[in-house]
């Protein structure tokens, strides 16, 4: 797949492994690995019976493209495809258990979704959020959150990641308060390249059986806790 430097400030310019991920669509019978242990962890507004309601149905990727926030959702953005894509095979972990956290870190598309759309938003003067949506059969969406939220533990200490062999240190994955959707995990990620200390606000938000990711970096000195958010409202509005 092409990899491509996505570089529209001198901010990107230092954090070009960040914003040049992007994502491919993807479609087919979705894989469910759950595991008694991740199911335990998802905190879900679903029925606890099973038999109370039909299985989750996801959604074409056509589908989602009508879906997915648009230029028009958002005032002030710049809103379209990446112009770079990798897999998560470019993305590479020193521990295994931070491979999760660090796909979401870079917005790649996960594995369990029967079909995936990604987007960058890009606001006059603010930093870029990169972000993927992807619908998943179900309850494959409540397994994506078990399994970040148990590597986003593991991992709080940090670690280091790789993509196609540059690496980041991860310094520390904290959590945050964010809102939206019917569900939402968020941290703050602390990281360095080269000289530069960034931070990223990474938030997982679930409308319904939808999940989109959303990664918003900056340099440490000009982080702010609410960058991405009107991305993350605006996409929760659109999904309903």
């Not at 989602?64 to 959702?73: N, T």
């Not at 002030?76 to 999760?100: L, N």
């Not at 790789?162 to 980041?168: E, I, N, R």
């Not at 530069?196 to 340099?219: I, P, Y």
Request: proline share 4%.
């Amino acid at each position: 797949m092409r990899a491509t430097a996505v570089r529209r400030t001198a901010l990107a310019a230092t954090v070009a492994l960040v914003t040049a991920c992007g994502g491919a669509e993807e479609e087919g019978e979705a894989k469910d690995a759950r595991t008694e242990t991740s199911k335990a962890s998802v905190t879900t507004t679903a029925a606890p019976a099973a038999s109370a309601a039909p299985a989750a149905k996801a959604l074409y990727a056509a589908e989602l493209e009508e879906l997915v926030v648009a230029a028009g959702d958002l005032k002030g953005y710049e809103v379209e495809q990446p112009k770079g894509t990798i897999g998560s095979s470019a993305v590479t972990v020193d521990k295994d258990a931070c491979k999760p956290i660090a796909d979401a870190l870079f917005a790649l598309p996960h594995h369990l979704a029967f079909a995936s759309v990604q987007r960058e938003a890009v606001p006059v003067g603010a930093p870029m959020t990169t972000m993927s949506l992807g619908s998943f059969e179900g309850d494959n969406a409540q397994e994506v959150f078990a399994t970040l939220r148990a590597s986003a533990t593991a991992c709080a200490g940090g670690f280091t990641v790789s993509v196609l062999g540059d690496p980041m240190k991860v310094r520390s994955v904290s959590p945050m308060t964010v809102s939206g959707g019917d569900e939402v995990l968020a941290w703050k990620v602390k990281s360095a390249v080269s000289a530069d200390t960034l931070m990223t606000s990474l938030v997982v938000s679930r409308t319904k059986n939808n999940v989109g990711t959303f990664s918003t970096v900056s340099l440490a000195r000009a982080w702010d806790k609410a960058h991405g958010q009107a991305v993350i409202d605006a996409q929760a509005a659109k999904l309903g």
